[in-house]
Structures are given as C-alpha cells and as structure tokens.
C-alpha cells in the first residue's frame, strides 16, 4: 500500500532536523550556528506542511498558494495557482503554516512555538551580519535551538505518532569557556550592531516567554553552566582555555571523566574504520589525530590507577572527535 503524501514530508522534516543536529554538532564547522537555523526551519516547514496535508486528506491545494488572477477571456478575476520560476505551484511558507497549524481545535502549537520559529527566522535572515565570535549570542541561538528541537520532538510525536527518541536529538553543549565568556559579547566594537541587536530581541523574547518544563512549547530552554569548587581524590585538574595561565580551573571527577571520555585507542580507530570507506592508519590520521588529543573537549589522559601519582597513563576519547575526522575522509553511506 502507498503511503500517504504526508507522511514522505514527515520523514523529510525528520531527516533534516537530524542534519541540522550533525552540522551544529560538527566542532570544526565556523557556519554551525546559521546552518543549524537555515535546517530546522526547513525541518518545520516540512513537519507543518505535513500536518496541514493530513487535516485536509492530502490535497496539495492546502498547502498551494492561489492567487485572483484577471485573465483576457474571463470577465471576473478567478483564482489560480501562483507559479514559481520553474512553472511549478508555490507552495506557502513555514510561518503561513504555522499560522494555519495554530487555528486548529485539537493539537495545535501554540504562540511559544510560533516565536521560536520566528526567532529561527531571525538567525537565519541575520546571518550575514554576526560573527560567531559572540559567544553571549552563541549560547542564546542554543537555548533557542535546543527549544527547537524539542519542540519539534513533541510535534512529531503528537501529529504522527514518531518517537524521535531513537535518534541522538540534541545539541551539543559549548565546550569549556569561562563565565564571562559565555555570557559576554566579545565585539567590543560591535556593541550596538547587529549581533547585539539580536542579543537584545532574544532577551526580550525570553522574558515575555519564560521556559516551562511542563509546557509541550518553549521559545527557548535555560542553558547554564556551573563551576563548582571540589577536592577529591580523584580530580583531574584542567583550564578552560589550553594555554591561558589565566584561565579558570575547571574539576572533573574520575567519575565524570569515564563518561565523558568512554573510547579507548582501540575503540577510536574501529569507530573510524566502521564509519568511512577511505580510512586508513597512516600518517595522514595520526596527523589529523594528534592535535584533537590536544583539544580537552576530545581527549582526557587519565591515570589508570588515580590513587597512584606514578601510574601509567591512557589517552581516552570523547565519541564527539569524530567531527574531526568527517571533514577528512568520506563516510559510509550505512552510517548516515
């Protein structure tokens, strides 16, 4: 039996949201931020379009734009599908559906919802106009992401019965930055352009819409960081910028460490083998290898036995490293 046209929109909208995960939690790549935005909202609009499409037994023109049109043999203006450059039937924007998503009785998303899409929208269409380097708008576009993400979670779930929760769906938290790095912009020279502008609409957003754990919508999620003093016998001192003396210290527990940094030598290589076709030991990986086991967000050397300060000791490895490695080699199409 031929499923229903929806449902290949819902499994679009599913694909690229899982891109816009794979992207935003690629640490290499400069352009995660915009990139991540520009594919949830295509995400959305597909996942709107589908429900707009099962709510109207899949009739196309639900989701078409028409337009009154006066033709020379017809005395009246009639309406007509509007065409594209191609010839093909437009078909309405994500906030046109959402906007025709939040009329209906039963399941509906609600105006939380609606402005995370629209501040989506806001990261997409500003995303000339800012640098990355603002990390206070680096940690509100993940807030907003996250929120996103979960919203489109619950969606999918509630519309067409798909548990996203076999998928690795979510993002991937800043790495280990200072307090005032996280939340202060660095553009000293930019404190009233666009980025801080944008800061600014998204502070006021989150005001007006505070997060609510209970609510199936949120504009956005809290994001924070804790820096907590603790000795034990087990830390492993580290700095959060790698070669700033002045960097705060951070403490992670042995405990912390395991989970965090679970890959051996071993498990790295046959993760790498498993996951690309053109892999090979050689020196190109170990020179590609090498400075990620400098970065602390890929690789912890920790003491074997802690409790001895004249242990040996061993590399391990956060699962997150293979972002490295995606830009170097060509992965197997089994583990897309």
Not at 126 to 139: E, P, Q, S, T, Y
């Amino acid at each position: 039996m031929r499923p229903p046209r929806y449902s290949l929109l819902v499994d679009n909208s599913i694909e690229a949201a899982i891109s816009a995960i794979e992207i935003y939690n690629k640490p290499g790549f400069r352009y995660r931020e915009e990139t991540f935005a520009i594919l949830m909202l295509n995400a959305w609009e597909l996942l709107l379009k589908a429900r707009i499409l099962k709510e109207n037994k899949n009739s196309l023109r639900s989701i078409e734009v028409w337009e009154k049109v006066k033709k020379p043999h017809l005395r009246a203006k009639k309406l007509f599908p509007k065409k594209n450059r191609a010839g093909n039937n437009m078909t309405i924007g994500v906030i046109a559906a959402a906007h025709l998503v939040r009329k209906y009785t039963k399941d509906s998303i609600d105006d939380f919802c609606v402005e995370n899409i629209f501040l989506l929208m806001e990261i997409r269409d500003n995303a000339i106009h800012f640098r990355n380097k603002d990390r206070g708008l680096r940690k509100r576009i993940q807030e907003i992401g996250m929120a996103a993400l979960r919203n489109f979670s619950n969606a999918a779930k509630s519309w067409f019965s798909r548990n996203l929760g076999a998928y690795d769906f979510a993002l991937m938290p800043f790495a280990f930055e200072s307090p005032t790095g996280i939340i202060q912009t660095v553009f000293a020279d930019d404190t009233k352009g666009a980025g801080a502008k944008l800061q600014k609409l998204f502070a006021e957003k989150k005001q007006a819409f505070p997060f609510d754990a209970n609510r199936p919508f949120n504009v956005g999620v809290e994001v924070e960081l804790r820096f907590i003093r603790k000795a034990t016998d087990g830390a492993i001192a580290v700095r959060v910028a790698p070669g700033d003396p002045t960097a705060l210290p951070v403490t992670i527990t042995e405990e912390d460490a395991r989970k965090a940094y679970p890959w051996t030598y071993t498990d790295l290589r046959r993760a790498l083998h498993a996951r690309y076709e053109d892999f090979k030991e050689n020196a190109v990986f170990h020179k590609i290898r090498k400075p990620a086991e400098r970065d602390p967000r890929f690789c912890h050397l920790r003491q074997l036995d802690p409790k001895n300060a004249k242990s040996q000791k061993q590399k391990f490895y956060n699962p997150n490293i293979v972002g490295i490695f995606d830009e170097h080699y060509k992965i197997k199409t089994s583990a897309n």
